[in-house]
């Protein structure tokens, strides 16, 4: 590895260390300032383009967990590793969810690419939708939370709360 090759490992190994640590104080502008305009964003629940629409994510989010996780919000990233242009991370969060401030342990998977200039261009997470589901949403994601319906009622909840909190909060 040159000197540059590992000036930039260290660069994008930083992107991604302050990002999961901005997450754990849920800080949702500090997130979004690491992404590039262009990026993408894409997970069970989102499907986002622009740092403007993930950073809107970012921040309702960090709101949310601010505002009714209190002491249950924890986060424990895990793995974070570069290789080449490309990134991965394993992290759990812990926190309240919806009106019922229903406990929700997620596990999820995390791949990055990047930028030349170390923004984060493309972030993926993964995770078990149907666990989630049965935490977040009780006996309704319980039963319906493998069926692909619960999963699009679900996507068009949070795109639609996104947009209310972009027309509200920019």
Same mark, same amino acid.
């Given at each position: 590895?040159?000197?540059?090759?590992?000036?930039?490992?260290?660069? /994008?190994?930083?992107?991604?260390?302050?990002?999961?640590?901005?997450?754990?104080?849920?800080?949702?502008?500090?997130?979004?300032?690491?992404?590039?305009?262009?990026?993408?964003?894409?997970?069970?629940?989102?499907?986002?383009?622009?740092?403007?629409?993930?950073?809107?994510?970012?921040?309702? *989010?960090?709101?949310?967990? /601010?505002?009714?996780?209190?002491?249950?919000?924890?986060?424990?990233?895990?793995?974070?590793?570069?290789?080449?242009?490309?990134?991965?991370?394993?992290?759990?969060?812990?926190?309240?969810?919806?009106?019922?401030?229903?406990?929700?342990?997620?596990?999820?998977?995390?791949?990055?690419?990047?930028?030349?200039?170390?923004?984060? *261009?493309?972030?993926?997470? /993964?995770?078990?939708?149907?666990?989630?589901?049965?935490?977040?949403?009780?006996?309704?994601?319980?039963?319906?939370?493998? *069926?692909?319906?619960?999963?699009?009622?679900?996507?068009?909840?949070?795109?639609?709360?996104?947009?209310?909190?972009?027309?509200?909060?920019?």
């Amino acid at each position: 590895m040159t000197i540059e090759e590992a000036g930039t490992h260290a660069g /994008r190994l930083q992107t991604l260390q302050t990002l999961f640590a901005a997450f754990e104080r849920r800080d949702g502008d500090a997130m979004q300032a690491l992404y590039a305009p262009q990026a993408t964003f894409d997970d069970p629940v989102f499907s986002l383009h622009g740092a403007r629409e993930i950073g809107g994510m970012w921040r309702m *989010l960090c709101r949310s967990a /601010r505002k009714r996780s209190g002491d249950v919000w924890s986060l424990n990233a895990s793995d974070i590793r570069i290789e080449g242009d490309r990134g991965h991370a394993r992290w759990e969060a812990t926190y309240l969810y919806g009106t019922a401030d229903r406990r929700v342990h997620n596990r999820v998977e995390s791949t990055f690419e990047f930028t030349a200039d170390g923004h984060i *261009l493309r972030h993926v997470d /993964r995770f078990d939708f149907r666990a989630w589901a049965a935490q977040a949403l009780g006996w309704p994601g319980q039963w319906f939370g493998a *069926l692909p319906p619960m999963q699009r009622y679900v996507r068009r909840q949070a795109h639609d709360k996104l947009a209310r909190f972009l027309a509200s909060h920019l």
